[in-house]
């Protein structure tokens, strides 16, 4: 009997119980509960008790200290665990390395197999897109509506459209996410016009899916397995060398899954791509000829899933790519690395929650006097935008993959 079949036999004698047991990797993550120390360092540090108080949300050390370690006792937990941004603040501050991100998808994966009528009623409405469509938002029923909307705003952002490529071999697959894919299409546009204008050989999906984040997040195990064999098969198929995404937690989502699973083909951050593949000397060459000169004064929102779940450099890369923008003047908020409150699926069920979380970005960056704000993902994006919209800001938000590809000269 294998790892893997003994670990079935075990989950079928506990089910009547309803108790699951950990699989290896979860069991690291779970004992390190066993680590806290009490020290409240990351209530202090955690964006959503920030915004809404400890009686909304009890917070990271709750979960940390105050879990029961017996999975039948999580239930008791619902209305807490799905409140968490995942962020990654708590662990980055954390002096014992509680990884509460991984906890709160452990606990949620064990709600979900037992006590699915705990679920947020928000998530199923996802699970149900996912399952019929292999993508987190409802996709477009008529086609050409989809393609006359994206026209629309590639017209309105001076960009161009060129037509989707779809090959074998090729160097790089460019995976835009399901944000970009079905809403923000005028991000999956800019990254094409990018990637065409320095040259990469790279293809799209013949048929997009999902990376697997929200299953996962929402504690969906099966369908984020499903959904993650369902993409490393498109990927080798394509023999592809290099995944590239646009969205932060696809950045994230997809570097640990090629390497997990074994995929043979590591994922990029477009920002990282550009940056570490093209090299700083042809974008500054390219950015020098801009063709959109105006001055204009930036601030910069970074990505959780970049700078807590993938790596810090990501956002220097892209401060040193608008530094080699003309005209381009950035100032930092001193919320620019605050949670926008668009993660951890929170806005999907309480939205309430995930626009509190965003007010004090809103605010600090207000007093910076920016005229506009970029940010490297579609989801931060929206969140920033609707919300100060909303709010009757005068500040505009874009895309960094569309502010870039704006700034690039024709292609001649
Ligand atoms: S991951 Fe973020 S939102 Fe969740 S408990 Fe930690 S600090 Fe709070
Ligand atoms: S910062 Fe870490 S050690 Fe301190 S209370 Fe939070 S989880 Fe426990």
């Given at each position: 009997?294998?790892?893997?079949?003994?670990?079935?036999?075990?989950?079928?004698?506990?089910?009547?119980?309803?108790?699951?047991?950990?699989?290896?990797?979860?069991?690291?993550?779970?004992?390190?509960?066993?680590?806290?120390?009490?020290?409240?360092?990351?209530?202090?540090?955690?964006?959503?008790?920030?915004?809404?108080?400890?009686?909304?949300?009890?917070?990271?050390?709750?979960?940390?200290?105050?879990?029961?370690?017996?999975?039948?006792?999580f239930w008791?937990t619902a209305?807490?665990v799905?409140?968490?941004?995942?962020?990654?603040?708590?662990?980055?501050?954390?002096?014992?390395?509680?990884?509460?991100?991984?906890?709160?998808?452990?606990v949620r994966a064990n709600i979900f197999e037992h006590r699915p009528?705990l679920v947020?009623?928000?998530?199923?409405?996802?699970?149900?897109?996912?399952?019929?469509?292999?993508?987190?938002?409802?996709?477009?029923?008529?086609?050409?509506?989809?393609?006359?909307?994206?026209?629309?705003?590639?017209?309105?952002?001076?960009?161009?459209?060129?037509?989707?490529?779809?090959?074998?071999?090729?160097?790089?697959?460019?995976?835009?996410?399901?944000?970009?894919?079905?809403?923000?299409?005028?991000?999956?546009?800019?990254?094409?016009?990018?990637?065409?204008?320095?040259?990469?050989?790279?293809?799209?999906?013949?048929?997009?899916?999902?990376?697997?984040?929200?299953?996962?997040?929402?504690g969906?195990?099966?369908?984020?397995?499903?959904?993650?064999?369902?993409?490393?098969?498109?990927?080798?198929?394509?023999?592809?060398?290099?995944?590239?995404?646009?969205?932060?937690?696809?950045?994230?989502?997809?570097?640990?899954?090629?390497?997990?699973?074994?995929?043979?083909?590591?994922?990029?951050?477009?920002?990282?791509?550009?940056?570490?593949?093209?090299?700083?000397?042809?974008?500054?060459?390219?950015?020098?000829?801009?063709?959109?000169?105006?001055?204009?004064?930036?601030?910069?929102?970074?990505?959780?899933?970049?700078?807590?779940?993938?790596?810090?450099?990501?956002?220097?890369?892209?401060?040193?790519?608008?530094?080699?923008?003309?005209?381009?003047?950035?100032?930092?908020?001193?919320?620019?690395?605050?949670?926008?409150?668009?993660?951890?699926?929170?806005?999907?069920?309480?939205?309430?929650?995930?626009?509190?979380?965003?007010?004090?970005?809103?605010?600090?960056?207000?007093?910076?006097?920016?005229?506009?704000?970029?940010?490297?993902?579609?989801?931060?994006?929206?969140?920033?935008?609707?919300?100060?919209?909303?709010?009757?800001?005068?500040?505009?938000?874009?895309?960094?993959?569309?502010?870039?590809?704006?700034?690039?000269?024709?292609?001649?």
């Amino acid at each position: 009997m294998d790892e893997n079949e003994a670990f079935e036999y075990v989950k079928s004698t506990l089910k009547k119980e309803k108790i699951t047991p950990y699989h290896s990797d979860e069991l690291e993550i779970v004992k390190s509960i066993g680590a806290c120390i009490n020290c409240g360092l990351c209530i202090n540090h955690c964006p959503v008790v920030a915004a809404v108080g400890l009686d909304r949300f009890s917070g990271p050390r709750s979960i940390a200290v105050e879990l029961s370690r017996s999975p039948p006792e999580f239930w008791a937990t619902a209305d807490k665990v799905y409140l968490c941004t995942g962020c990654g603040t708590c662990r980055e501050v954390c002096p014992k390395n509680v990884n509460i991100p991984e906890i709160v998808n452990v606990v949620r994966a064990n709600i979900f197999e037992h006590r699915p009528d705990l679920v947020p009623k928000g998530l199923m409405i996802v699970k149900e897109i996912i399952e019929e469509h292999n993508l987190a938002f409802e996709p477009w029923e008529d086609k050409e509506e989809k393609e006359e909307s994206r026209d629309m705003r590639l017209e309105r952002l001076g960009l161009p459209y060129i037509p989707d490529i779809v090959k074998e071999n090729a160097e790089v697959l460019f995976y835009p996410g399901c944000q970009a894919e079905e809403r923000a299409q005028e991000v999956r546009e800019a990254a094409k016009t990018i990637l065409d204008f320095f040259d990469v050989d790279y293809t799209l999906l013949d048929e997009f899916s999902c990376c697997s984040l929200p299953s996962q997040l929402m504690g969906d195990a099966k369908t984020a397995r499903n959904l993650a064999h369902l993409l490393k098969g498109k990927v080798k198929k394509l023999g592809v060398k290099k995944i590239v995404t646009t969205c932060a937690g696809c950045t994230s989502t997809l570097a640990d899954l090629s390497v997990r699973d074994e995929w043979g083909a590591p994922a990029y951050h477009l920002l990282e791509y550009l940056v570490e593949e093209i090299g700083f000397e042809k974008l500054a060459d390219a950015l020098k000829k801009t063709a959109k000169p105006n001055d204009v004064h930036v601030s910069v929102h970074d990505p959780c899933h970049l700078i807590r779940h993938t790596s810090r450099q990501v956002m220097e890369h892209a401060l040193n790519i608008l530094r080699l923008m003309p005209g381009v003047r950035v100032s930092e908020s001193v919320a620019h690395d605050n949670c926008c409150g668009g993660g951890g699926m929170v806005s999907f069920h309480s939205s309430e929650v995930a626009n509190s979380v965003v007010k004090e970005n809103m605010m600090a960056l207000e007093k910076t006097g920016t005229e506009r704000l970029v940010t490297p993902c579609p989801l931060c994006t929206a969140q920033l935008e609707s919300n100060l919209f909303k709010s009757g800001s005068s500040i505009e938000v874009d895309d960094l993959t569309v502010f870039i590809a704006q700034r690039l000269p024709k292609k001649g």
